[in-house]
């Protein structure tokens, strides 16, 4: 039986239980930022090759070589190339110049949405438009202000691999950039060996724990949080690769762990693919797919998407969470 593809999704009620207890955490892709003015994963991609050829790091002809392969691949290339000419590739200005988010309309009322369904974030964009708290009440109609005082708000950056922690997470306004960030491009993870070394299972110490930082985060953020994907198109589920393997075996570890989400946009006659989409990431994954209809207005309906849950979604409180806890003690004893 076909699953709905509707215009405006209703949250499931696992996304709302945990929008109540404040362990919802968005989980931000490629495709939010690309609404902000951002490429997307593949055209990024593309534009550092293209910025290569015109610092003469790289040819025509090796350019046209490069053009139908993956992301990863060119981005590899890309890489070993500007090191080989002793030079700095200007990520900056290839993702989001300093200040850009003054001048994107729907950037700003898309992370406005995104900041009132929770209050820390993981994402795997290099970009910094989470790293900045939009005020919830953001409309079109106040958006165009000369007043961005509150705009200028700052959340807590956490991109280098020994921050990269539980312990640091539970500060609110806290955001992992689980691949690195703009601020230290060093950090980015780009290359092949980029994301072996990220997620290379560095064994147990002594007391148990986990030897890499970034696995043993995962691992405590799909066995104790209830995550939604928001933002990662077909095209780039490479780049949830490792994280949706970390997903399913934390999945297999703990009996109690909480369902996650993915929003996905599809146009209606993508009825089919979205059937085995959803298939696919409930059964291999234990994930659950939100599906949302683009035939209206493309990928932008994300927008009002969001808008809706987040009017939806009770806000974060923590009276409530005690509240709960308090009678989930009582029915306990």
């Excluded at 202000?145 to 807590?156: F, G, L």
């Excluded at 994930?287 to 808008?307: A, G, M, S, T, Y």
């Amino acid at each position: 039986m076909s699953i709905a593809i509707p215009l405006i999704p209703d949250p499931p009620a696992g996304l709302i239980d945990a929008a109540i207890r404040t362990t919802l955490v968005p989980f931000i892709g490629a495709g939010v930022s690309q609404l902000a003015g951002c490429p997307r994963w593949s055209e990024f991609a593309d534009k550092v090759i293209d910025w290569l050829v015109a610092e003469h790091a790289l040819d025509a002809a090796q350019r046209s070589q490069l053009g139908n392969l993956s992301p990863r691949v060119k981005l590899s290339v890309a890489k070993l190339a500007a090191q080989g000419k002793g030079i700095d590739i200007d990520y900056r200005g290839i993702l989001q110049k300093t200040g850009e988010w003054k001048k994107n309309l729907d950037g700003r009322r898309i992370y406005s949405h995104i900041s009132a369904l929770a209050s820390k974030f993981v994402t795997t964009n290099y970009d910094e438009w989470l790293d900045i708290v939009f005020p919830p009440e953001l409309t079109p109609e106040s958006i165009d202000t000369k007043d961005d005082r509150r705009e200028e708000q700052r959340r807590n950056p956490l991109y280098l691999p020994s921050d990269i922690r539980a312990d640091n997470f539970l500060t609110p306004n806290s955001v992992v950039h689980l691949h690195g960030a703009l601020a230290d491009p060093a950090t980015m993870v780009l290359s092949t060996s980029d994301y072996i070394h990220r997620y290379a299972n560095g064994g147990r110490r002594e007391d148990g724990q986990e030897e890499n930082n970034v696995l043993c985060f995962l691992e405590y953020l799909f066995r104790e949080k209830t995550v939604l994907f928001i933002g990662y198109g077909l095209d780039e589920l490479e780049i949830l690769e490792y994280i949706i393997m970390k997903a399913k075996a934390s999945a297999r570890q703990s009996a109690n762990v909480a369902g996650h989400y993915l929003l996905q946009g599809f146009f209606s006659f993508e009825d089919k693919i979205c059937d085995s989409l959803h298939e696919y990431f409930l059964k291999e994954c234990g994930i659950e797919l939100i599906p949302f209809r683009r035939d209206e207005n493309d990928w932008k309906q994300l927008i009002h998407v969001l808008e809706a849950f987040a009017k939806a979604l009770p806000a974060n409180d923590e009276l409530i969470v005690q509240q709960l806890a308090e009678m989930e003690e009582l029915a306990r004893g």
